[in-house]
C-alpha cells in the first residue's frame, strides 16, 4: 500500500541500510526477532495506522472532546481505534515479554509510532501517555504495583497520564503546590491542582493511571522535596477491578489551536467531589523513593521529548507527502521561458520555487526521522549493549542529542508544515485539505515537555558541560567517523561537505569555549537559544552526511533523491549556522542590556 | 487610552518625527489638514477599533459565515461595527472630498487602519475590499459609473469585491475562463466561476460591487485578453436604488484556518439562480479600456499588496503587545544564578529567552509599521508631489519596495505571532488567550494577493531590472542619505551599522549582477526567494538605521527602545542575508538539478 503517512521506503533504507537494525537481533533481548518480525510490525502499524487512525483525524479536530454530564465525550472512533491498536499489541512494541509486549528494539518501535503520529498526532497521544506511565513503574515501582499495574497498561486496558504542571507552575516545577499526606497504612492523600494534563478523562478506558508529582509535607524545597505518586481514578478491588471512584475530578477543558482530538484537561485532585468512603483526598501510593519524583520523571524525560520529537518529525513528513502529492497533481501556470497562453499549464512541482519548498520538506521530514531513530537506537544501545562502557557512551550521547531530538523537529517540521500550506496555495489554508491541521497541531510541540528556550538551557547549560564533556567528545567522534567515510568514497561532493561539517563543528567548539568562559551564568546562557539552533542543524548536517554516505555507489531515484536532499542541507541550510554563532561567539549582550522600560 | 492594538507613541515618531507627514499640509490636497485633524483621525480610529471591531474578534472566529436559507448568516456585531465605522466617515480616509471622503494623507489613513486590522483583521477585510473596488472605478470608471457607485461606497451603503482568481485559475490569471458576452446596449453578460472572493455574499449592505476579470470572446489569449467588470449583485434602478437581483449566486462557502470572520466564497456568474427578466448571464459593465483589466487591477496592486503588509504588520504589533503585556504580569521560574527555591519568582519578562522573543517582536512589528508608513508616505509622493520627476520617483520606489512590504510582514510578522505563542506558553496555544487567532489570521498573508514566490520573481525579475534599474538606484540613494546621517551623529554604533549597511547592499548588487548575467530566464530567477528574503531584511536594516538616526541625540526610554531594536536588528537579522545571498552569488543549482522521481 502506499499511504501518504511515511515514506516505508525511507523507513528500510534508514533502518536496514544505515543504522543496521538487524544486527540487534543477535543480542539476547531481541534474539526471537528478524527482518520478517520488524517488517510485520511495520506493515501491521501502516495498516492500522491508515484504515484506523487516519480516517477519523479531520473528525477529531472537528469535533473536540465535550464535557457533558459529568462526563468527557471523545468521538467514537478513537476508542475504536484504541480497540484495534491494543488487539493488535501495538501498546508494548518494545516492552518486554513478560510484560505482554513484542520486546521489539525501540527503533523499530519508533518506526511503528511513526506511522500513527502521522495518521492522526492525537490519537496516538492515548498510548504514548499510557505507556509513559507504564515505564515509570516499571522502572521505580515495587513488584506489587507492576504486577498490578502493567500489563493492563500495555494491554490497553488501563490508560494514563503525566501530572507535572499546575495552573501556577508550568516550566518552574520548583513551584508546584500539589501535596501527599501521608496515611497510616502507607499510602498518601494527594490535594492539589494538575493543569495541561492529556487524556486526564473520558470514558475510553476501565481506568487511567495518574503518576503525579507532588510534596510531602516537612519535605526539602524546590525540586528537590517533589515526589512521584501512582493515582488511579479508580482504586482496584482484591480481584484487580476498578473498583470505587478515587478525589481526582476533572476541574475543566483546554481548548487548543491543534492537538484538538487529546482531551487535555485541568484535574483536581482531593477537593472532595469523589471520596471513597469519608476521608478527602486522592489515594495514591508513592513510586520510588520519597523526594526522588521529579529525577524519576526526568529518566522518562529523554522518552517523552523524543516523543514530542517523534510527533513533531510524523506531521512534518506527512505533510510533506500531501505537498508532493499535491504539486505531482495540480497544473498552473507554465516555465518562467514560456510566453506562449495557449500552451498547457505544468504541475506546480515543476516551478523552481516549489521545487525549492518540496526539498526543503523533504530534508527537514526525512532528517529528522533519520535523527529520531539514530536516538531510538542509541536507546537500544543503552539497554542492550554488552559492555557497560558502551551502554554509559549511548546513554551519555542521547542525553546530548535529546535536547535537539526534541526541538529541531518542533522547529523545522513545523515550518516544513507551512511550506507544505505554501505549495497548496489558497487551498492549503482551508480546512478541506489536511495541511493546516498538521500546522496547528505541530505548534505545541516547541511548547510542551520543556520549552524550545528550555532545550536550550539544558543544552548548553548541562548537556556540554556533562560529565566532562564527554558526551560531545563521542558526538563529535561520531562526526569524524561520519566525515572519514564521506572523504573516503572519493566522491567530491562528500569530501567537500565532510569538510564543511568539520568547519561547523569547529566553530561551534568556539562558540562552547566562549560561553563556558563567562563566570556568570546567565550570561554564560543569555544567547543559549542560538547555540541550541545551530548546533541542532549542525548534528543535522551530519545526519545527512551519514545518510548520503549510506546512499554512496548506490543508484536509483531513492538515493538520487538522498543525495540531493543531503546537497540542498549543506548549501542551504548548514550555512545559517555561522550568523547564530557569532552572537553566542561575539558574546552578544543586546538581550542582557535590554531595559524593561524599553519595550 | 491604551489599548493592545498598535502603540500611538510609535505611531506619533514615525509620523511626526521622522517622516513629517505635518509637511504635506502645505500641498493644495492636504491644505485643510493639520495635526490636529491627523491626531483626531488616529483618536477616533483607536476608539472605533477598540470598541466595535476588537469586542468581537474572537466572536466572529468561533462564529463563522454560514450559508442558511440561500443567504450568508454572519454574526451582528460584523454589520454593527461597519455601520459606526461608516458613520464616523472611515471608509473613506483618503477618497476626494467630493466623493465624501476625508481626503487625509495615505500615511495618516494607513495609521488609522493598523487600529482596525489590529483589532480584528477580518472585519477590516470588508471596508478593504470595498475601498479597493471604489479606487478602481475612480480610476478607470466612467464619469456615470463613479457617479452612481463611488460615493456609495465611500459612504458604506454598498460593499465590494475583488473577482480574479477561480478554481483552476490562482496565480495564473492568464487561465481564466470567465467571458463576458457583449450586448446590444453596451452592457455585457458574464458567464463563469470566481474563487477565493472574499465578502462575495453577505446581508450586511445594501448591494455588492464585485469588480470581475473576464474575457471578451475574440480577445487576445491569455493575460492580453483580460478585461475588468463591474458587476453589482442587485442591479439599480433609475433612482439608484438596488432594485433586481443580477445573475451572481453564491456556490459555496470556503472554511479557512483563519481570517473567518470574512466570509470567502465561491460565486457563479451566469448560471441563472438570479435572472433578470429571461436572460441568463450577470449584467455587467466594462471598465476601462477592453483587454485593459489586469494592467487596471495591476495599477490597484501595489495598494492590495500594501494592505496585506498592513494587516500582516497588524497583526504582528498586536500579538507583540499581548505577549509583552503577558510578559510583565506571569510569574515563573527565577534568575539562573538564583537557585533559592523559597524566592520569590520573577515575572517572565526578566528572562534572557523571553527578551529575545519580545525583542524580536518588536523588531518585527515596528519595523513593519515603518515600512508600511514610509509607502504609504511615497503613494502620497506619488499623487501629490509639485514636480513631476519626483511624482515618478515616488513610483518608482514604490514599486521595487512594494513586493517588500507585502512579503516581509508576511513572513516575519508570522515569525512574531508564533513568538508571542511561545512566550505565552501552553497558555497561549489555547483558545483562551488571542495569540493563537493572530497566528492563524495570519499565516493567509504569504498566499494572497501574490504568493511569496510570486512576490520574488515580480522583485528580481520585474522590479529590479525595471526603467534601467531606476528604482534601485532611487532606493540606493535613500540608503546612502541614511548612512551618511547615522555616520554624522558621530555614534559609534549608528557609524558602523551604517557601514554594515554599506557592505549589505553591496553583496545584494553582487547577487543582482550574477542573477543578471544568467541568459535563461529560468535559471537566472531559480533562486529569487533567498534574493527576495535577503532584500528585505536589508531593506528593514535600513528602515532601523532611518529610525534610529531619527532617534539620536533624544532621551527616554521609548528611543532607547528604538536604540536597542534597532541594535538587535543589525546583530541578530542583519547577518542572515549573506547565506542567503550566497546561494543566488554561487548560482546554486540545486533546485534546478532536482529531479521529480528523486522526490
Known sequence: MTSLLISRRDLDFLLYEWLDVEALTVRPRFADHNRETFNAAMDTSEKIAADHFATHNKKSDQNEPRFVNGKVEIIPEV???????????????????????????????????????AANVSTSGYPLLAVGAANLIKAHGTPEQIAKYVPHMFSGRFLGTMCLSEPQAGSSLADITTRAEPQADGSYRLFGRKMWISGGDHEMSENIIHMVLAKIPGGPPGVKGISLFLTPKYLLDDAGKSAVRNDVALAGLNHKMGFRGTVNTLLNFGEGAHKPGDEAGAVCWLVGEPHKGLAAMFQMMNEARIGVGLGAMALGYTGYLHALDYARTRPQGRPLTDR????????????????????????????ALALI???????????????????????????????????WPSQWCLEGNSLAIQVHGGYGYTRDYNVEQFYRDNRLNPIHEGTHGIQAIDLLGRKIPQAGGR?????????????????????????????QLEQAFAKIDQAIATAAAIPDRGAALANATPFLEAFGHAVLAWIWLEQAAAAHGKSGDFYDGKRQACRYFFRWELPKIYPQLDIVIGKDETLSSMNEAWF
Open 79 to 117: 476508542a475504536a481505534a484504541l480497540a484495534v491498536f491494543g488487539e493488535a499489541g501495538m501498546f508494548g512494541l518494545n516492552a518486554d515479554f513478560e510484560d505482554g509486549g513484542m520486546q521489539l528494539p525501540l527503533a523499530v518501535a519508533i518506526a511503528c509510532r511513526a506511522y500513527f503520529n
Open 340 to 367: 506562449d497562453p495557449n500552451s498547457r499549464q505544468i504541475p506546480i512541482i515543476q516551478h523552481a520555487d516549489v521545487r525549492r519548498m518540496l526539498l526543503a520538506q523533504k530534508a527537514y521530514a526525512e532528517g
Open 373 to 407: 531513530l539514530y536516538c531510538a537506537r542509541l536507546t537500544d544501545d543503552e539497554q542492550t549493549e554488552a559492555e557497560a562502557e558502551a551502554r554509559e557512551d549511548a546513554t551519555q550521547l542521547l542525553d546530548l542529542l535529546t535536547p535537539i531530538a526534541k526541538s
Open 471 to 499: 558526551p560531545l567528545s563521542l558526538l563529535k567522534a561520531r562526526v569524524r567517523g561520519a566525515c572519514s567515510r564521506a572523504t573516503e568514497t572519493g566522491d567530491a561532493f562528500l569530501t567537500d561537505a565532510a569538510k
